[in-house]
Every structure is written in structure tokens, then in C-alpha cells.
């Protein structure tokens, strides 16, 4: 295991793929160790007001670092047959050995609705995500697959192919799904919680059968080089985050979630994740992460001043944290 085990997340909602590609190459030079891409149709937010094409850019920008590895978080079997998912993921396996990971989740509403189809529930999309990483396996282990079932597949055969298939990993934040996933994916990525929940949840995932697996953890916060910079900054930016009771997979549009997000306050904010320019505080906290035994953390900065918060946790931050 790496001895940095702090990645950068590229937020395709917030930033333009240019803006992105060199926010990761100035995450690199500053000693991130690896980068998870965000995958979206739609941004969050119509302030946010981006959505480029993660795979497009992938290419671009692991081409443009030199050793980083690099994830992806997407849904097959909706704007993505696995097919598709399982190509473009090979490619750059091929490309880029040993630097790509991929990871599947069930999808929201706001990035599979455009296709137009009924959008299941909870149970059968997590169906249809066991049969994609079926799918997929089966592709980059180069055999020829035809299925039956919610995601239909005829005789497809993928030719290029890496020696050894990217890691496959399921991202899930309910207890119970983390279970299931332990039975069947590589690893486990989730989003922060409490430290006793995210305890439980990376010990239902052992136990279902990811012992020994790895676990990511994708963990928002606001810096900025003062409190109210870094408050204002997540208000802004993501406070459409903080919806609850499930809605986050149902609304369908930007403007819905903007509307959900209208009432939120600064305090709601404060609660869900660490908002602060104390550095200290911040060190503080992914140490407490990384000793429940996470492998890799990706931060993500939630607020658009991204040069600030690469360079002062590049200086003061990742060399603390993680030895």
C-alpha cells in the first residue's frame, strides 16, 4: 500500500474538462496519489452549470499525468449498456496499465432519466447492477456473452483487452448493500458518515465477503482560507447535497434539486461535513477515516477554489496524514 493514501476528485459538475484536466495535473505536482471521476449527464445544480463527458476526458487526463491511477463511479444498464461500459473501460486498461479502476452503482434519476425508460425501484436496479458487473466480467475475460433479462445482450465479444481487467468495484452507502455487494464486487467505495455507521458499513461489507477487498471513501468537505469563504463556498455549490430520505436517486432535473435545496441552511451544511480553514482540523479528521482501515480517501473540495486547497493540502495537509 502507497504511504499517501489521499486522492483528488474531479467534480465534472462544477468545472469545465479543461479546467478540470489541469486542476488534476496540479493535484499530481502537489502529491495527491490518485484521482476519482465524478460521471454525469446533468449537474446537481444549474449554478454548478457543467457536465462533461468523463470518458472523453479520462483519456485526456490520465495521457496528461504520469503515474496517477485513476477511477470512475458510473451506472450501466441505463444511458450505458455494461457492453459499452465494459469497451470503454478495457481501452483504457490497455492504455494505462495498472492505473484504471471502475466502480458501478445503481444509478440516479438525473443522469438515466433522458433515455426515457421507466426508472425501477431500489430492488430491481440493484438487479440490473449485478447482471452489468455479470456482463462486464464476463467481456474482459474475452468470452463471447449473450443474456437474457432487464439488460439484453447478443454475442458480444470484446477484442482488446488488458491482461488483467480493471478492478471492478461497487459503490454503496446502505448497510444492507454493502453486505450484498461484499458477495460479488473487488471493492467497496462509499460516502462519509458518522464514524460508527461507516464502521458497521465496512464491516457488513467483510463480512458478505469483501475481506480482504479494498475500501475507498469518497469524502466531501469546504476549505477555504477562511471559515466564511469556505461556508459560503459549499452553500453555494452544495447545498442541493443535503436532500434526504432517498430523493437523491428521484428527482430527474438540476432545477428540481435546486428547488429541494432552496431551504437549507448554513448549519445543515455544518453538520453533514467539515467546513473550515483549519488545516489542523482537517488532518484531524481523514486520520480518523484512514484508521477504521479505509485504503484510499478522495477528497473532494466542494467549493470552485480549488487552487487554494490543492496547494495548502499538497503543503500541509497529505504530509501528515496516512504514514
Known amino acids: 500500500m502507497d504511504r499517501n493514501r489521499i486522492g483528488y476528485y474531479a467534480s465534472h459538475e462544477q468545472f469545465g474538462p479543461g479546467e478540470l484536466l489541469e486542476h488534476v495535473k496540479a493535484a ?12 454525469h449527464f446533468h449537474p446537481w445544480s444549474e449554478r454548478q452549470g457543467e457536465s ?28 450505458y449498456h455494461p457492453a459499452v461500459v465494459a469497451h470503454a473501460a478495457a481501452t483504457l486498461a490497455v492504455m494505462f496499465p495498472g492505473r484504471f479502476w471502475v466502480s458501478i452503482g445503481s444509478g440516479e ?16 436496479r440493484n438487479d440490473r447492477l449485478l447482471q452489468c458487473a455479470g456482463v462486464m466480467r464476463d467481456l474482459w475475460a474475452g468470452e463471447s456473452v449473450t443474456r437474457d433479462g432487464p439488460v439484453r445482450v447478443e454475442r458480444a465479444r470484446l477484442y482488446t483487452r488488458p491482461p488483467e481487467p480493471p478492478l471492478l468495484l461497487a459503490a454503496a452507502n446502505a448497510c444492507s448493500t454493502a453486505e450484498w455487494v461484499g458477495g460479488w464486487a473487488d471493492g467497496l467505495i462509499t460516502l462519509a458518515k458518522p464514524l460508527c455507521r461507516l464502521a458497521e458499513i465496512i464491516d457488513l461489507f467483510r463480512r458478505g465477503g469483501g475481506e480482504g477487498k479494498p475500501v475507498y471513501l469518497k469524502l466531501d468537505i469546504a476549505y477555504g482560507r477562511d471559515d466564511e469563504e469556505a461556508l459560503q463556498g459549499a452553500h453555494d455549490q452544495w447545498r442541493n447535497m443535503m436532500v434526504g430520505g432517498g430523493l437523491i436517486t428521484e428527482l430527474r ?5 435546486d428547488a429541494a435545496g432552496e431551504f437549507v441552511r448554513d448549519k445543515d451544511l455544518q453538520e453533514r461535513f467539515l467546513i473550515s480553514a483549519d488545516l489542523d482540523r482537517h488532518i484531524e479528521r481523514l486520520q480518523e477515516f484512514l484508521d477504521l482501515g479505509i485504503d484510499r480517501i478522495y477528497l473532494h473540495n466542494v467549493t470552485n477554489d480549488q487552487t487554494a486547497f490543492i496547494e495548502d493540502f499538497g503543503r500541509e495537509v497529505l504530509p501528515a496524514v496516512g504514514r
Request: charged share 20%; proline share 7%; net charge neutral.
Open 28 to 39: 499530481e505536482s502537489a502529491g495527491f496519489h490518485s484521482v476519482l471521476s465524478s460521471e
Open 52 to 79: 462533461g463527458f468523463a470518458w472523453s476526458w479520462l483519456g485526456a487526463a490520465m495521457h496528461a499525468t504520469k503515474k496517477m491511477p485513476f477511477g470512475v463511479i458510473t451506472a450501466p444498464g441505463y444511458r
Open 109 to 124: 434519476l438525473l443522469n438515466e432519466g433522458i433515455i426515457g425508460e421507466r426508472w425501477p425501484g431500489r430492488g430491481e
Open 253 to 257: 432535473t438540476p432545477r428540481e434539486f
